[in-house]
């Protein structure tokens, strides 16, 4: 079974700052109130993920997790009621460290990505590049995409081009 993608963006802060260098990692991520998700950051040819999701905050506080999670769990994320856990922390020079755990709701979308490797754009590699291209799929195409209110009626036939997308603010003690 092949993999779909997610994105978690946000910003790590203390005392109202961006917190630069912070490390996030996702712990986990329950769909259908409390079902997990299986998440990594990379599949072997067979669709089993590998690997854990991590982020490291740049100058400002923000940062960008990508991570890959199997269509298999398309049923424990149709009903809009995602969450993920995310862990972070800032270490000091001395091993010492603050931190803290954060939630945020992840939302069901179209996966870009797929829709980018059949050739719509290409975009840089920046954050705001990839939204962009997400907002000229949608402005471009939406007349293509199936009826909907929150969530499509009729799910495509693969449960493979579905992603996961969220923001997260976490605050550090």
């Avoid at 963006?9 to 996702?26: I, N, Q, Y």
């Avoid at 920046?126 to 995409?145: Q, T």
């Amino acid at each position: 079974m092949a993999t779909n993608t997610g994105i978690i963006f946000g910003v790590v802060t203390a005392g109202g700052s961006g917190v630069p260098g912070a490390e996030l990692t996702l712990n986990f991520i329950f769909g259908d109130g409390s079902a997990q998700i299986a998440t990594g950051t990379s599949a072997d040819t067979g669709g089993n993920l590998l690997g854990y999701p991590k982020a490291t905050t740049n100058k400002d506080g923000k940062f960008v997790m990508p991570f890959q999670w199997s269509g298999v769990d398309i049923a424990k994320v149709v009903d809009g009621t995602v969450t993920a856990s995310i862990y972070v922390a800032q270490w000091y020079a001395d091993n010492s460290h603050r931190y803290t755990n954060t939630r945020c709701k992840l939302f069901l979308g179209l996966d870009l990505k797929k829709l980018i490797q059949v050739g719509f754009t290409d975009p840089t590699g920046s954050a705001s590049d990839f939204v962009n291209c997400g907002k000229d799929f949608y402005a471009s195409y939406r007349d293509m995409l199936p009826s909907h209110g929150v969530f499509p009626t009729v799910m495509p036939l693969s449960t493979e081009v579905w992603g996961l997308l969220g923001k997260a603010t976490a605050q550090l003690p």
